[in-house]
């Protein structure tokens, strides 16, 4: 087949598709037919035009999202619960419970102040107490190898030797309720160690105190011998009333210096606190 054949099949085959492109069109024009002149007319009537506007306006509404506003409300006036249909709220329990705890906390401590002061009032340690008779608290000590105790005033007394007065005069003149009672003939020794606050015995051997806590050691008279304490023992004041002996615990007078020994009394046996003995 050569060159002008083909082209003549090729134009013809182009001629017969173009004829089947122009009919089917022809047909599909046919098939959607033609408005009558009647419903053209009704379509373009003015009242029709109108009532499709408003019902895009209704769809329009209804789908808008705009936030409705609520009604008012009367807000009711308020009036406070009846406490005895509600009882004690949890609120009211706590408040009465700290108050009644703190009330009783210091009540508590009111009491203890008061009982502490009415005792140092009517007597006991920290007031002046009457020991008794001079005569009779002599002879008790003498009674008793040198010492005695008197434990309401926490105290040891003891005899101090007239002879060995202007030497005490010289150490404890400045102390006058001090030197009163050596004048008087007796000493009222605190019975707290004033290393470090231990209660010293008497040792009845050697006659002096020996602390058993770390062995410090006063003559009788309360006069550091030996041992750690920085001073003697400590002195009441003591003053003489028509012939009783009153022992003022509420005045304490630091004992004398290391060193001072005004009766010069060494130890009379063995010691109770060391190798010779133990409390
Ligand atoms: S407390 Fe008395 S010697 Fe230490």
């Given at each position: 087949m050569n060159t002008t054949t083909i082209l003549i099949v090729a134009v013809a085959v182009l001629a017969v598709l173009g004829a089947i492109v122009v009919l089917t069109a022809a047909r599909r024009k046919d098939a959607t037919g033609v408005l009558s002149r009647e419903t053209r007319s009704r379509d373009t009537d003015a009242d029709v035009k109108a009532k499709g506007r408003d019902y895009e306006r209704e769809a329009v509404a209804a789908r808008s999202t705009a936030l409705a506003v609520p009604q008012s409300v009367a807000v009711a006036p308020f009036s406070p619960p009846d406490p005895e249909v509600i009882g004690v709220s949890r609120r009211q329990f706590f408040n009465r419970a700290t108050i009644t705890l703190f009330s009783a906390g210091l009540g508590g401590f009111g009491a203890a102040v008061i009982s502490y002061l009415w005792k140092g009032a009517e007597g006991g340690f920290g007031s002046k107490i009457n020991a008794g008779k001079l005569d009779d608290i002599i002879a008790g000590i003498r009674s008793n190898k040198g010492f005695l105790y008197l434990p309401e005033a926490r105290a040891w007394l003891t005899e101090y030797p007239k002879e060995s007065l202007a030497k005490a005069e010289a150490v404890y003149g400045r102390q006058a309720p001090v030197f009163t009672g050596m004048q008087a003939g007796i000493v009222a020794l605190y019975?707290?160690?004033?290393?470090?606050?231990c209660r010293v015995p008497n040792c009845p051997t050697s006659q002096w105190f020996e602390c058993p806590c770390h062995g410090s050691q006063y003559n009788r008279v309360g006069e550091k011998k030996g041992?750690?304490?920085?001073?003697g023992m400590d002195h009441f004041a003591v003053s003489i009333n028509n012939g009783s002996v009153v022992i003022d615990t509420g005045a304490v007078f630091g004992g004398a210096a290391i060193g001072t020994n005004t009766t010069g009394q060494e130890s009379e046996g063995p010691h109770c606190v060391g190798s010779t003995g133990g409390h």
């Open positions: 019975q707290k160690c004033p290393h470090l606050g041992g750690p304490a920085p001073r």
